[in-house]
């Protein structure tokens, strides 16, 4: 049983590596430091880690779709991210194929349409 559900896990991780992105650019429509985003992910059911958020954070402002600022204001300074317009751009064809691919999943798995036109 152990070397079941150590499968399941290992792809498991590799699911929600391909749905990390659109998770957290879903999230930044308002600004949010690193802290914040994992713990509203983890409020709606999607646990990441903080050394895995991290360094995606800063790939996807490198790639345009996040811009950040730092709050110096408190004690602690803070980064937080938001969505930049290209971001918003990238996010809503991505949750376009999300959707598709979520359709597609569902027959599949369920054995009915796809949508396709090949059924």
Known sequence: ????????????QEM?????????????????????????LAD????????????????L?????LISEWDTNDARPRKFYLVSAFGKEVYEKLLEEWKKMALSMDGLIKGGVTGNGDD
């Not at 402002?61 to 779709?65: A, N, P």
């Open 1 to 12: 049983m152990s070397n079941v559900n150590e499968m399941v896990d290992k792809l498991l």
């Open 44 to 59: 709606k059911g999607f646990q990441v880690e903080a050394g895995t958020l991290y360094p995606l954070l800063r790939r």
């Open 61 to 65: 402002e490198k790639q345009g779709l």
């Open 16 to 40: 929600r590596r391909g749905t990390i992105t659109i998770a957290v650019l879903s999230q930044l429509e308002k600004p949010q430091y690193g802290y914040s985003l994992v713990t509203v």
